[in-house]
RNA sequence: GGCUCGUUCGUCUAGGGGUUAGGACGCCGCCCUCUCAAGGCGGUAACACGGGUUCAAAUCCCGUACGGGCUACCA
């Protein structure tokens, strides 16, 4: 595969909705494919349907793939800017007859449908000058039908193999509507001989469009290109994911606090694999090893689960300046107010402890405000009694004198005091950390006071001294 | 219905004639430990089924079953 020399590859997607999962993955597949060979790669909107398209999902699908970094070379082509030169194609089958105007009215042919026949049945395919003629005149409306023609049609696809199919179970299907505009099949042709696409990589679903492509390519005498169709990422159901799986665009992950590179990373080991143990790739390194003969066939089951932790370890291998950077885009207030040290040393704290930046802002109120609010599960526990306030008492004293506020001072000054009333560490631990954090979890205690300042620990444990312990 | 593609632990996957069928997520246990994580160690769990071919089949062939996709004047 390493003589493959600068491939032209196209993500195409349709702007009837945001960049969904699925898409975002076909966008990716073309993407590794085009930088690993050296290629390039090009954004095609594809927006013939007018009802359906709109602006605000082109800007949605272009600002997704910008932050997932994918981005395309030169300027997105728009199909709608080309109807004349799919008309100028359909016009050149028609004279060259591989394709034939069809006045059959949508209701004949939904009642022929209806009856059991899947197939058009060849109505038009052989009408006279005249009868045209006479059907032109008469105003009445009509499709343009390719002629499909004997035998059979096959192509190697780089994932699937060689698939053939024959022509008598292939529609002599509508390449022009009758408003006059070009149907799917004739587009993606017109425009990937256009942009001289060398390797049409696209989801499975297209696998049996294939073929009908091909008999345009071959009736407009273009050079067919290689096409590799990607496996479809699943839902827990195992059909297709879709909307119904729930909010699945990629605006989602983002605003979920995913990293671009977290769901890059899971997106390429859905259906590919890099032919080592490896699990953990940054895009770079998803381009080094990229290689379609690692694509499989078999659709894959999206599971959250693992997206969360490979998340969580590209979280713990990122430096803390950009996980900043990273909450900051979700969530411009955080930490403000704090010295951006003082915020690192909290992110250094809670990195291996978040799977996406959302964690970040979830776990880390107190380190910019007293708690509210106490676990009460942990207060029962941990702050029974009179007993437990009365060596917190002395305990607060006692960090009150510390000289010098480090972690290692702190937990010296904790276990001294814990071994002269003959109880274990935990005993102070817990309770301590329930009066500085409110919660029963999170980093060392140690590490926790030295990070907060001795003033904020002894105005934090002056207030739980005045609630715990609760009323029983 | 027709065509087409597929089927290895629950999930993502390795393995493509001889393997104790490997790894990862999840789950469970242990270790570490001030908690929660992270990390380490261990465990759980799979070749859809039936026929061939072969000394030998998860692997090759044929069926069957099941699943996906397509079968639009959507893309």
Known sequence: MSDIKNPKVRFAPSPTGQLHLGSARTALFNFLYAKHHRGTFYLRIEDTDKARSKQEFVEQICTSMEWLGLKWDGEPLFQSTR?????????????????????????????????????????????????????????????????????????????????????????????????????????????????????????????????????????????????????????????????????????????????????????ALLGWNP????????????????????????????????????????????????????IHAINGDWGEGFETQYLYEVLEQLKLRSKSLRDFIDQSSYFFSDPISYDEKSARKNWKDDTTSQIMNDYKKRIDSLELWDADVIEASLRKIAEENNLSAGKLIHPTRLALSGISSGPSLFTLMSILGKEVCIRRLTKALDIFPLES
Not at 295 to 323: F, N, P
């Open 275 to 326: 032919g080592s143990d490896d699990e953990i790739f940054t895009l770079d390194e998803l381009i080094a090893s990229f290689e379609m003969s690692h694509v499989h066939k078999k659709g894959a089951v999206y599971d959250e689960q693992k997206l969360s932790w490979i998340s969580g370890q590209h979280m713990s291998r990122l430096g803390t300046a950009k996980i900043l950077e990273g």
């Open 83 to 267: 109807l004349n030169e799919y008309h100028d194609v359909v016009q050149t089958l028609l004279e060259n007859n591989t394709a034939y105007r069809c006045f059959c009215s949508k209701d004949v042919l939904e009642t022929a449908r209806a009856g059991g026949s899947y197939q058009y049945p060849g109505t038009c395919r052989d009408l006279s000058e005249e009868d045209i003629m006479m059907h032109m005149n008469s105003g009445k409306g009509f499709v343009v039908r390719l002629r499909v023609p004997e035998g059979e049609t096959h192509f190697d696809d780089m994932i699937y193999g060689t698939v053939h199919v024959k022509h008598d179970e292939i529609d002599d299907f509508i390449i022009a509507r009758s408003n006059g505009n070009p149907t799917y099949n004739l587009v993606v042709v017109v425009d990937d001989h256009e942009m001289e696409i060398s390797h049409v990589i696209r989801g499975e679903d297209h696998i049996s469009n294939t073929p009908k492509q091909i008999l345009i390519y071959n009736a407009m005498g273009f050079t067919v290109p290689e096409f590799a169709h990607l496996p479809m990422i699943l839902g827990p159901d195992k059909k297709r994911l879709s909307k119904r799986h729930g909010a699945l665009g990629v605006q989602q992950f983002k605003d979920d606090g995913y990293l671009p590179d977290a769901l890059l990373n899971y997106l």
